[in-house]
């Protein structure tokens, strides 16, 4: 098995590579693999509450993330430098822990494939 971290640096509506990047975690667990997301930059839109999809031709992220614990991907993670840049704040994300500089670098030490979207 191996443990695979994906992480999301897009927003969620100025292209499919939010959502792409769900699907390529959802895809590898679904396959056994080990899976951890990261959320950070313009990704860390992908998590909130709010998101105005109507209209918009595409999906809703924070749902996408929100169905991952389904499929055993349970380590799901926003940076808080990218949070507070945009004058945001965990509460306003529908899943995810915040992550230091420390927590970041310890997800990309103990896992093996780095995806980036």
Do not use: W
Not at 25 to 30: E, M, R, S, Y
Not at 110 to 115: G, T, Y
């Amino acid at each position: 098995m191996k443990r695979i971290l994906v992480i999301i640096r897009s927003a969620p509506f100025d292209s499919t590579s939010a959502r792409d990047a769900i699907e390529s975690a959802l895809t590898a667990a679904v396959f056994g693999q080990a899976v951890s997301v990261l959320l950070m930059g313009d990704g860390v839109y992908s998590a909130l509450r709010s998101q105005m999809v109507k209209g918009s031709g595409f999906k809703d992220t924070a749902a996408m993330l929100q169905s991952l614990p389904l499929y055993e991907v349970e380590n799901i993670q926003i940076c808080k430098e990218s949070l507070f840049t945009r004058g945001l704040a965990i509460a306003d994300c529908v899943i995810g822990a915040p992550a230091n500089c420390a927590d970041i670098k310890a997800l990309f030490n103990e896992n093996e494939v780095i995806l980036t979207y």
